[in-house]
């Protein structure tokens, strides 16, 4: 699941009016980089048959599988200082993030509390 503060819930769906992409979900992705190994990306975009969709305080959240494992708990707020305004992820995976928020790492002995289905090999 994926959670979002108040003022981030409205950010977002004034971005979303900006961007005349009310029909679409903001997507979050966790890509390989930023200063602390991974990096939050989000986008609005229409979901995709094996995403992972949830819905907080109005606003449609698309997160690919992939993604969703490093992520799952992630709230998401939103800074209003002059100097770094946007989003601020808050996720209970992370063993470190930078300084400003955007990138994140995971224990070296990170494991999944429970292997998804989809994970699993069949022999």
């Known amino acids: 699941m994926i959670h979002l503060t108040n003022l981030a819930a409205k950010n977002f769906k004034r971005l979303a009016e900006d961007q005349e992409a009310t029909d679409k979900h903001l997507r979050v992705i966790v890509k390989g980089g930023g200063c ?3 990096e939050y990306v989000l986008e609005f975009d229409y979901p995709e048959t094996k995403d992972h ?3 907080d305080k109005d606003v449609n959240i698309c997160v690919d599988r992939k993604s969703h494992l490093l992520i799952d708990g992630l709230e998401i707020d939103w800074n209003t ?3 770094a305004p ?3 992820y808050n996720n209970p ?3 470190a993030t930078c300084g ?3 990138s994140f790492s995971i224990p070296d002995n990170f494991e999944f509390q429970e292997k998804p289905s989809w994970m699993q ?3």
């Open 53 to 55: 969709i949830f819905t």
């Open 81 to 83: 200082d002059l100097a």
């Open 93 to 95: 995976k992370a063993k």
């Open 100 to 102: 400003c928020s955007t």
């Open 36 to 38: 602390a190994g991974y």
């Open 86 to 88: 946007g989003p601020r």
């Open 121 to 123: 090999m069949s022999i």
